[in-house]
């Protein structure tokens, strides 16, 4: 049993409970015992409590499933953090799509009809403003008590703090900044722009650098977590602030894989099965989401993932795992017609990424996206274990990657064909066919490596990890007509969408409640 788990049902699940995401991010959490008295009364708790922060990645509340930290008009199952990151990032996207047609999310599977009142807008925006104030008050409350690993905690805090940070910039573009300092006051927080979000995580980041250790407890934040989120955010640095950081991203990338002792596992579909993190996938993963089916189930971690793209109807569940199939989730051709132009293609694929999709049944067309038999599920991620036998589960027991190797592979090289110095073309093409080789796809030569072909790549091998919107807005294929893919702005063979859709448009209940706050253009 990893430990982590073990602290999501101690002390941070029972102490904590929030008063409000958006009314009033000054304000302290509601305590059932003041966390100075608990932590001068027992220093160790402070475990439980930082692992408060990092389950609200990926759990819904305190007491299962069915609770929430966030208000009562935030659906449970809905709203987890980890869900949204998935809604918005993939589906409205290239690569994934959903056919519930519930109103909010079908908009978002169609890119079209976005609006302030998108309740899947809302749900993001309010985890990012649950994580802060939380980490806000355990970092003013550690500036006044002693307990072990004080500065590790509280590292990983403003790491957490960060992180959560990182969405806003990427998915609203704006937002407020509030720190411990805030604390306590009545005044509504300025806004602040795009490159100040950027320049104050960066800072933070930065700063814990030097004092977060290489190596820490699995589902912990680490050096190479904190390097991979600068580099993400160097990465992204023309589109968030309008000024390159390549030289930046490649720097911290290649910190990644000569410092982190970090190696790709030996096979593909092991990061993404029950026991990910007993595997040699472990070893690949930088940082996780932890899941388990017992102590911290939720309908919002990868339990959203695996049983979304499972179905009774086409699918045998327990093959993967799972009893319960949800019906919701079909990959579409812009993903998997990558490896082919048929299922055929996709069985005879040497690419053991290209196997990852149910065919039988299915259309590789998807001519109705609400049709679950149009579109190829995804069963990338399961509840299986990747060695020995388990039985089917409810709930997922897989942890989510949101950070590893592979990833950093690829940056590396698209940061040396964007120009950055220090790295170099070979060493950019045997990360590429490390990435390649390991699913037993073909290595490719010098001349094929461009950044069409890196986009392509990401897409092969990270489709449904949370990236592909950001991919695809920094490569500018996400808005405009010049690349399509089926419902794209709510038409079959998709249409043009407008630019403001690079960013989502701020909820109506975070203009409402602080007055200092604007929309995003075009909304």
Not at 65 to 76: I, R
Request: net charge neutral; charged share 20%; with cysteine.
């Amino acid at each position: 049993m990893k430990n982590l788990k073990l602290c999501l049902v101690g002390l941070g699940l029972i102490l904590l409970s929030f008063n409000s995401c958006s009314d009033d991010l000054n304000t302290k959490p509601k305590v059932e015992l003041d966390l100075e008295q608990l932590l001068q009364r027992d220093p160790n708790a402070i475990k439980g409590l930082v692992s408060k922060i990092y389950g609200a990645f990926a759990l819904s509340g305190p007491k299962g499933p069915g609770s929430t930290d966030l208000g009562a008009g935030d659906d449970p199952g809905e709203s987890p953090f980890l869900r949204g990151i998935i809604n918005l990032q993939e589906f409205t996207a290239d690569g994934m799509k959903n056919r519930w047609g519930d109103n909010g999310l079908d908009q978002l599977t169609t890119t079209s009809k976005w609006d302030e009142n998108n309740k899947f807008f809302k749900y993001l925006y309010n985890r990012v403003y649950f994580v802060v104030p939380q980490s806000n008050n355990l970092l003013n409350v550690l500036n006044s008590v002693t307990v072990p690993d004080q500065e590790l905690y509280k590292s990983e805090l403003r790491y957490l703090r960060a992180l959560a940070y990182y969405y806003m910039i990427d998915c609203f573009g704006k937002g407020v900044i509030a720190t411990e300092k805030d604390l306590g006051s009545g005044v509504p927080i300025k806004e602040s722009s795009r490159t100040e979000m950027f320049e104050y995580v960066e800072k933070e980041l930065l700063a814990i650098e030097p004092i977060i250790p290489i190596k820490n407890e699995y589902g912990r934040a680490n050096k190479s977590a904190v390097r991979m989120l600068l580099a993400k955010l160097y990465l992204n640095a023309q589109v968030y602030t309008g000024t390159p950081k390549y030289n930046e991203a490649l720097t911290y990338s290649n910190k990644i894989i000569t410092e982190g002792g970090f190696t790709l596992a030996p096979k593909f579909v092991s990061l993404f099965s029950g026991d990910n993190d007993k595997t040699a996938a472990k070893n690949e993963i930088i940082y996780a989401l932890i899941a388990d089916p017992i102590v911290s189930q939720s309908y919002g971690n990868t339990t959203y993932i695996v049983n979304g793209n499972l179905s009774s109807v086409t699918m045998p569940l327990t093959t993967f795992g799972a009893t319960d199939g949800w019906q919701g989730h079909r990959a579409t051709k812009a993903w998997y017609g990558l490896f082919g132009s048929s299922a055929t293609d996709l069985t005879n694929s040497s690419d053991d990424r290209a196997k990852l999709f149910w065919t039988t049944g299915h259309n590789f067309e998807m001519t109705d996206y609400k049709l679950w038999e149009d579109g190829y599920p995804s069963v990338k991620f399961r509840n299986t274990n990747f060695q020995g036998t388990n039985s089917p589960i409810s709930f997922s027991n897989t942890d989510f990657p949101l950070f590893r190797l592979a990833d950093v592979y690829l940056m590396y090289a698209e940061c040396v064909l964007r120009g950055a110095t220090g790295g170099s073309n070979a060493q950019a093409l045997d990360y590429v066919n490390k990435v390649r080789n390991r699913s037993n796809a073909a290595s490719i030569t010098a001349a094929n490596l461009n950044l069409n072909f890196i986009l392509d790549e990401r897409a092969r091998e990270l489709n449904l990890e949370g990236h592909r919107r950001t991919d695809l807005i920094r490569f500018g294929k996400f808005t405009g007509g010049s690349y399509l893919w089926p419902w794209k702005g709510g038409s079959k063979d998709g249409i043009s969408i407008p630019d403001s859709y690079k960013l989502f448009p701020i909820p109506l209940t975070a203009l409402q409640s602080n007055p200092n706050l604007t929309q995003n253009p075009g909304y």
